[in-house]
């Protein structure tokens, strides 16, 4: 896999469902233990709920967890584990805390307002794709510098870091499909003098 669609904010959505009041919250993660930390921290926040229903997918591993929290089997985490599938998402968390109104809901009722909150609260944030990406680093002169600055974002490259000693050392990172590509341009702008050098494959927002 070169690419996953994940979250870029934490966010949330409320609303009543006959008089229930259901609260959608959804964050991006990296771990299982950044996933419990946030569904913890809702429980603790949400201590008095009646229920506090969550679900997550990692990257790593494809791992996927649920929980009903004492709704009805398949009524309430498994749907928010659909909704976070159906929209692709990985690297992403979702808890809904519900507060009882007195009436209930039956199974078709909860399982459309438990999806409902959590695909309210993804339309309030931000769906962003990450991209596989070779990180680059090459070493060249002072009046080199701009130059190769320009090569590499007109190639659709990234720099993430430079440092300024003796020479000036240029770390930048750009898609995998298009590694070639810079590589070719920087050679050619330097008269084969400079190679960039690969230095690890990381996932980027692209």
């Known amino acids: 896999m070169d ?3 994940s979250i870029g904010k934490e966010a949330f959505y409320q609303f009543t469902e006959r008089r229930s009041k259901f609260i ?21 926040k949400h201590w008095d709920a009646t229920h506090n229903v969550y679900a997550y997918i990692l990257n790593d591993g494809k791992k996927t967890r649920y929980s009903d929290d004492g709704e009805p089997h398949g ?19 979702a808890v809904v805390t519900r507060y009882f109104g007195g009436t209930l809901l039956g199974t078709g009722g909860l399982v459309r307002a438990y999806s ?28 080199q510098f701009g130059k190769l600055s320009n090569v590499i974002s007109e190639s659709s490259g990234f720099i993430y870091a430079t440092d300024f000693a003796e020479g000036v050392k240029i770390n930048f990172y750009i898609q995998c499909e298009k590694e070639n590509f810079l590589k070719k341009q920087i050679l050619e702008a330097t008269s084969g003098k400079i190679n960039p050098k690969k230095i690890n494959e990381k996932f980027y927002v692209i």
Request: a negative charge; glycine letters at 4%.
């Open 24 to 44: 959608g919250y959804i964050k991006p993660v990296k771990t299982e233990t950044d996933a419990l930390d946030f569904i913890n921290e809702i429980k603790e």
């Open 75 to 93: 009524t309430a985490g498994l749907p928010v584990l659909e909704v976070l599938q159906k929209n692709n998402l990985v690297d992403v968390v």
């Open 116 to 143: 409902n909150a959590v695909s309210m609260a993804i339309k309030k944030s931000k769906i962003i794709k990450f991209k596989l990406c070779g990180e680059f680093q090459i070493v060249c002169d002072y009046n």
């Open 3 to 5: 690419e996953y669609l």
